[in-house]
């Protein structure tokens, strides 16, 4: 997409303070790494009205604080624009005047998992659903790199885009009531890791030993949106040591 | 100075106004879900709007008052007590050591706020000390509070300057009007002035009416659900908390049910999943959600949406935008004139 079509903005309210940006055509693919960036231009630039900007997919969240928008304008604005007007203008222009200096390459981290037996109670039934063996499946599963298409459902959990075809799988008919943190689960075209125990219905065909949120951390999800990813399988011995390490 | 916990009541937390900036890592962001009643209890006890207190949830605590403090109540009433008196509210109030407040069940309204003079000083998480269960962050170790808890709090936190001399004439005032009282009725003392109250549970038999601006895919729903959102009543489900207010009521049909990708969500935001019931996303609400989003509750009325309680009735108007944005507008413009009016009170 070239740099014109980056501050070409559709733009539609989300309530009266927050609104939902998409770049360039609205019918355009989803990019989340684009969207990534985006995001973390406007947080880098911090415009003070600005309480938060976040990416999912092919969008960008922003949320502001309609009051100080309006003490930022002038008595003219105030007469022509709603503080919801005057926010679109500020995101243009900060866009358009910033876009070159749009974040760099994506990071790539590998997430260690041990697949099947106790961590990943579902593989088993997935694999036969997909037609596969076992072995094959963790080895697709295992193959490509995924994007970190957005944060989202709690704390720290990534949605990843890039799942092989075949390895699709539907939700569980009923849901966990508790599924261990660090669990890999796929439900429809997505996997995902689950960064605490929560009640779940995804499938679950592995477990990850990283902790993917720390609270005390400066930067407390271990991954975000736009970030690539690769998953290593690792044996039972190396899950159940990683701890002592 | 502390308050000590006898009781811990229905559901009473650590509350601010939330942690802003880390939806990026999916992180909510919180806070009290009545932020009108904790800023003002805020305001009536010096404080900054956004000091920590505590959020009430239908059956209030019991406290014991470690060290003269003081402290103020807003939101619904859960009538406050101490020995055998009921405390006023929406005012500042000065409790001596040793007195023992004790709350019943909210008689209208679901949640009430206590502020005390300096804060809570639980420790902040990620810049606030909201208790955010689920990420097990903020408040007492992330969870609800229990018998035995100990909840530091007062001076150490004090704004200087202005405040802090308002804070010391109140205190001083309001400790020498109590201990003028008889020996046994002299555990606190409040001013006859008071902060105005919203209009909680709205006009009763009518229940709470919400303003909310129609949603991005208001035109989704069929023309009978596009009348009936407007129109009909809802009832708060037993099921919310935090993160939504679930609603019952006749179900909403789409025309169009076309999958969304998920994007940003916010409190306010109503949500209305596959079995045609709304929800109305509250304070805790995950950051990103797919459902289609059929209205959104305007800010200045999630105060409102805080104060229902399961079972409430429910009816939403329309406004537009701009409306919304101007009635946001003058409700901020209210705060600052509450906060400079309660700033000029002198005892």
């Not at chain 1, 944060?151 to 599924?179: C, D």
């Amino acid at each position: 997409m070239s740099n014109s079509d980056r501050t070409d903005l559709c733009v539609e309210p989300l309530g009266d303070r927050a609104l939902v940006v998409r770049l360039g055509d609205c019918k355009a693919p989803a990019d989340p790494q684009m969207m990534a960036d985006t995001a973390e231009l406007l947080r880098i630039v911090g415009p003070e009205w600005m309480e938060d900007a976040v990416s999912a997919y092919d969008t960008v969240t922003i949320v502001y604080d309609p009051v100080k928008v309006l003490a930022s304008m002038s008595e003219a604005e105030r007469s022509l624009r709603l503080p919801y007007e005057q926010t679109i203008a500020q995101v243009e222009s900060l866009l358009h005047r910033e876009h070159k200096h749009a974040a760099g390459r994506p990071r790539l981290i590998d997430i260690p998992v041990c697949y099947g037996g106790a961590y990943g109670p579902d593989l088993q039934e997935a694999a036969e659903r997909a037609e596969l063996s076992v072995q094959s499946f963790v080895e697709l599963h295992a193959s490509p790199e995924y994007t970190v298409a957005m944060i989202g459902f709690m704390p720290g959990f990534p949605y990843l885009t890039g799942l092989p075809r075949e390895l699709s799988q539907p939700r569980k008919a009923s849901p966990r009531s508790r599924v261990p943190a660090g669990s890999v689960g796929i439900a429809g075209g997505q996997t995902g890791i689950y960064p605490f125990s929560s009640p779940g219905g995804w499938q679950l065909i592995g477990r990850t030993p990283m902790e993917l949120f720390r609270s005390a951390e400066e930067e407390p999800s271990l991954l975000r949106a736009g970030d690539r990813i690769r998953f290593v399988p690792i044996g039972k011995q190396q899950m159940e040591a990683w701890g002592d390490r | 100075m502390s308050l000590t916990v006898m009781k811990p009541g229905f559901y009473t937390t650590i509350q601010d106004l939330g942690r802003p900036g880390w939806r990026r890592d999916g992180i909510p962001l919180g806070g009290a879900m009545d932020r009108y009643a904790l800023r003002t209890a805020n305001l009536l006890v010096g404080n900054e709007e956004g000091a920590a207190g505590l959020e009430l949830t239908l059956v209030g605590p019991t406290l014991t008052v470690e060290r003269d403090m003081l402290l103020a109540i807003c939101g619904a009433h859960m009538s406050p007590h101490m020995d055998g008196e009921e405390l006023p509210m929406w005012r500042p109030l000065w409790a001596a050591a040793g007195s023992r407040i004790t709350f019943g069940a909210a008689l209208a309204g679901c949640r009430a706020y206590i502020a005390v003079a300096g804060g809570i000083h639980a420790a902040a998480v990620l810049g606030s000390r909201s208790t955010d269960v689920r990420a097990g962050i903020g408040g007492v170790d992330g969870r609800p509070l229990q018998a035995g808890d100990t909840l530091p709090c007062g001076e150490r936190d004090s704004a200087g300057g202005a405040r802090a001399a308002w804070q010391r004439l109140w205190r001083a005032e309001l400790a020498a009007r109590a201990g003028a009282q008889p020996r046994g009725r002299n555990g606190f003392a409040a001013p006859g002035w008071f902060a105005p109250p919203l209009a909680y549970g709205g006009g009763a038999a009518d229940g709470i009416e919400l303003r909310a601006m129609p949603g991005s895919e208001f035109g989704r729903l069929s023309a009978a659900a596009r009348r009936a959102f407007f129109t009909e009543r809802y009832n708060v489900a037993p099921a919310s908390d935090r993160m939504g207010v679930r609603l019952a009521g006749p179900p909403l049909e789409l025309s169009d049910s076309t999958e969304l990708l998920s994007h940003g969500v916010v409190p306010g935001t109503v949500q209305l999943p596959s079995g045609g019931m709304p929800i109305v996303l509250a304070a805790d609400c995950q950051t990103t959600g797919g459902y289609p989003k059929i209205a959104h509750v305007i800010t200045a009325d999630l105060p409102l949406l805080a104060q229902a309680r399961p079972g409430a009735a429910i009816t939403f108007r329309s406004v537009t935008l701009a409306e919304a944005q101007r009635i946001e507008i003058a409700f901020e413009r209210d705060m600052r004139q509450l906060a400079a009016g309660i700033c000029c009170r002198m005892p």
